[in-house]
């Protein structure tokens, strides 16, 4: 039976990386409607404080590097402070790169890796104890489409790390399961538009420059507003994070208008 709307994470106390904007974001704002009590997790200090401030007593932020294991026991400390034991970890933050192949040094490989690979591994780490202890947990990786299919435009070192998290997110469910812990990946067509704007030409729009990119086999509802892609997103963390999804690990879950099922030919009749 569902809980009844605004409850379906109370008593659930979730940390949300990449918290500050984007998708981490959408999904702090529904996971607070819906009862949550939140540590945010982000580098971008001023936005994830004052998100943490806007919705109220739920939430605390930590400014943190999720590449870094004294971080990740900062994150877990905060969050035993103000409201108890980690019952939903929600590893989405991440770093994009649009990089052709033989252009990818090292270096940029690396740092992709720290953040999109590393980070969400170190999370697990850091919140499994608490979730053994209670029995329950949700860990909920944020993949790609990138994760899915392969494109031509340069992300030979952002798709490596989101198809290793899908890797991630099947082994420790596998280990994880036998605890009552349960672990998917999410995979967003396109994200946050902010995160691809740098890779952009002066003077194009993010959010057009995605919609015109995405093929989606799906025909969006018209009105629809720049921000709902990521609250489609944080719908899906939603369910996931609640007992509604109780049987559900080791999945992926595209979140993606159909894009990753394949190409609509234009050709057919409407």
Known sequence: MSAAPGKRLQGKVAIITGAARGIGEATARLFAAEGARLVLVDQRAEQGAA????????????????????????????????????TVLVNNAALLS?????????????????????????????????????????????????????????????????????GITRMAAMELGRHGIR?????????????????????????????????QILQPPRGRAPGDRMRDVAYMNVFLASDESAAC??????VDGGYTAGRCMNWHSP
């Open 98 to 166: 649009i990089t052709p192949l033989m252009d990818t040094r090292r270096e940029l490989l690396e740092r992709l890796f720290a953040v999109n690979q590393l980070g969400p591994l170190l999370g697990i780490q850091a919140v499994v104890p608490d979730m053994r202890a209670e029995g329950v947990g949700s860990i909920i990786n944020i993949g790609s489409s990138d994760a899915i299919s392969a494109q031509d435009i340069g992300l030979v070192a952002y798709g490596a790390t989101k198809w290793a998290l899908r």
């Open 249 to 254: 690990t080791a999945g992926d879950y595209p």
């Open 183 to 215: 672990v998917n990946c999410v995979h967003p067509d396109g994200g946050n538009p902010a995160m691809s704007a740098p890779f952009l030409p002066e003077g194009t729009d993010p959010e057009q420059a995605m919609n015109t990119h995405l093929h």
């Open 51 to 86: 998100l943490a401030q806007a919705l109220g007593e739920c939430a605390v932020f930590v400014a943190a590097d999720v590449s870094l294991e004294s971080d990740w026991q900062r994150i877990v400390d905060a969050a035993h402070a103000h409201f108890g034991p980690v």
